[in-house]
């Protein structure tokens, strides 16, 4: 268990120092849009929570920068203020990181990993891989965003192995566990596991592609307000939305920026970049609905030979590169039937990986919901404000994703990796 735990620390800071180093100083300190942190309050952050969580809080030992607390408390300063603050530069930022790791590794070789629920299982450990995987992909959606030549280099995905895949599949109406209450790292949130009945209904085989995204957009999808609900017509109006973020117009075809990157958006992707309100536009718009988190959940982990749920969509086994598009290892989603492998027992393909995907539902809390360790990681956005998503994309973790892991966010927001699957309820000539 230790040494899982400190390969995990040190890999996860791998992909953060790459991401941090792949540019100059200026860069780290520049706000490259006031949706997004500087990339130096993000490192400095993780060094924070690391030294609070673990190095205070587990290891009882005394405070390392007390005085710094405040600066990096994501609830106390907008990401738009953050700027402004007197943070710490990237070298100081580096090396505080650098310090409050070495005292975590000489922790972790002396605390017993049991009789106290924050160390249990490494949970507290795993607690702060997660989060910095987290912050991992928060920097990687700051570098899309960033100006000027491209500094990130990455292999192409996979190619597709499976070519034509059915546009659905069915999913029975029966019951299923949902969440879990064995997974040693799971967060508060995907806690307890409770039973769901839940409906027949069809779920797209794959994620919509960006060749079936601009068929909505050629049909003028973006200029009828049919297919919007009010609060995503008005926002698309406010907004001046005529396609995902990203994507421009240019001599007749659709070209997306990619990292540094101009390139024709690829037909065979799954879209990324699209809100919830863009994402429930298309829906309308072919005839179907976002499916709720409890379906996303039934078709990715209910093994019906079983009767079970599942770790992951393909079995209990950790993520490997044959599963799912994961880990930073493509900075973009590899095209659909790329990963037969990852497939789920329903026979949808790609729910983990690749792309976040918007599903209808509020962000709220389980049946027993119990807060831990702090209130502040999910209780305090359960509500409509929210819309969850599921599945992961490409710029995350293994660590940070799994058949129960949830996300959530406005549903205005489209810098961040997300892209969606429709639903639809049978008709009465289709019930099983």
């Known amino acids: ?146 100006d000027g030549p491209p500094v990130l280099h990455d292999e192409a995905p996979p190619a597709p192995a499976v070519r034509a895949l059915p546009d659905e599949v069915r999913v029975p109406a029966g019951p299923f566990t949902m969440g879990t209450s064995t997974e040693p790292w799971a967060l508060d949130n995907e806690r307890p596991a409770h039973e769901v009945h839940v409906p027949e209904f069809f779920l797209d085989t794959a994620p919509v592609t960006n060749g079936r995204y601009l068929a909505f957009l050629d049909a003028g999808g973006y200029d009828d307000p049919r297919w919007w609900s009010a609060a995503g017509w008005e926002y698309r109006q406010r907004a001046g939305l005529v396609g995902p973020r990203f994507w421009e117009h240019v001599d007749g075809r659709w070209m997306r920026r990619r990292f540094g990157h101009w390139e024709p958006v690829p037909p065979g992707e799954p879209v990324v970049h699209v809100s919830f309100h863009e994402a429930e536009a298309y829906a309308a718009w072919a005839g179907k609905r976002l ?65 976040w995907e918007w599903t209808a539902s509020d962000f709220l809390p389980y049946p027993g919901f119990a807060a831990f360790p702090y209130r502040e990681y999910s209780e305090v956005f359960f509500g409509s404000d929210h819309k969850v998503l599921r599945g992961g994309s490409f710029g995350t973790d293994a660590a940070a994703c799994r058949g129960t892991f949830r996300n959530w966010d406005y549903p205005i927001r489209r810098q961040i990796f997300a892209g969606f699957r429709c639903a639809r309820t049978p008709g009465a000539d289709e019930i099983g």
């Open 291 to 355: 499916p709720t988190e409890q379906e996303w959940e039934k078709a990715a982990r209910f093994d019906p030979r079983s009767g079970r749920s599942l770790r992951y969509p393909w079995g209990d086994a950790d993520p490997g590169p044959e599963h799912a598009n994961l880990g930073q290892r493509h900075l973009r989603p590899a095209e659909v039937g790329a990963y037969p492998a990852g497939a789920a027992p329903c026979g949808a393909h790609q729910l983990i990986g690749d792309v």
């Open 1 to 146: 268990m230790r040494a899982r735990v400190a390969a995990e620390l040190e890999r996860t800071r791998a992909r953060s120092t790459a991401l941090t180093d792949a540019v100059d100083d200026e860069d780290l300190v520049r706000q490259h849009s006031r949706l997004m942190s500087p990339l130096v309050w993000d490192l400095a952050h993780v060094g924070s929570q690391e030294e609070i969580w673990l190095v205070r809080d587990v290891g009882g030992a005394e405070a390392l920068r007390p005085d710094i607390d405040d600066l990096y408390d994501a609830f106390q300063h907008r990401r738009s203020d953050r700027p402004s603050l007197p943070l710490l530069g990237p070298a100081e930022a580096r090396g505080y990181v650098r310090e409050v790791r070495t005292k975590v590794l000489d922790l972790l070789d002396s605390t017993p990993l049991e009789g106290r629920r924050l160390v249990s299982d490494a949970f507290a450990f795993g607690m702060i891989v997660q989060h910095e995987q987290q912050h991992d992909e928060t920097m990687l959606a700051t570098h899309q965003l960033r």
